[in-house]
């Protein structure tokens, strides 16, 4: 059974950049027909789709209020997925969790396999 992991969050600046990783753990393995979300959510909001990927080949889909900032990745033989963060600004603080479902969607209700989450805070 597969484990989802987030790392490498934690507090910068306004415009500073950070790489977060999802690594699938537990000894079992991430089918080719998953696709692999990362979502965010505020205190006080909802969670919000941010990025997915295609596990199998590049096929990417993005939030527009992160598009042209971040860049999801995923690296199959290492079982991780990475949202690259370039440009981070304050309203991008938030709780950011990785997910893993069958559908092509942003909706946080077609995932069934979430992380723990890794926290993002960006200061002005």
């Known amino acids: 059974q597969v484990q989802l992991e987030e790392s490498g969050g934690g507090t910068v600046q306004a415009g500073d950049s950070l790489r977060l990783s999802c690594v699938g753990s537990g000894g079992g393995r991430i089918y080719s027909s998953s696709v692999m979300g990362w979502f965010r959510q505020a205190p006080g909001k909802e969670r919000e789709f941010v990025a997915l990927?295609?596990?199998?080949?590049?096929?990417?889909l993005y939030s527009d209020s992160v598009k042209g900032r971040f860049t999801i990745s995923r690296v199959t033989a290492k079982n991780t997925v990475y949202l690259q963060m370039n440009d981070l600004k304050p309203e991008d603080t938030a709780v950011y969790y990785c997910?893993?479902?069958?559908?092509?969607?942003?909706?946080?209700?077609?995932?069934?396999?979430w992380g723990q989450g890794t926290q993002v805070t960006v200061a002005s």
């Open positions: 990927t295609r596990w199998s080949r590049d096929s990417t």
């Open positions: 997910a893993r479902g069958s559908q092509y969607s942003s909706s946080s209700s077609d995932y069934f396999q």
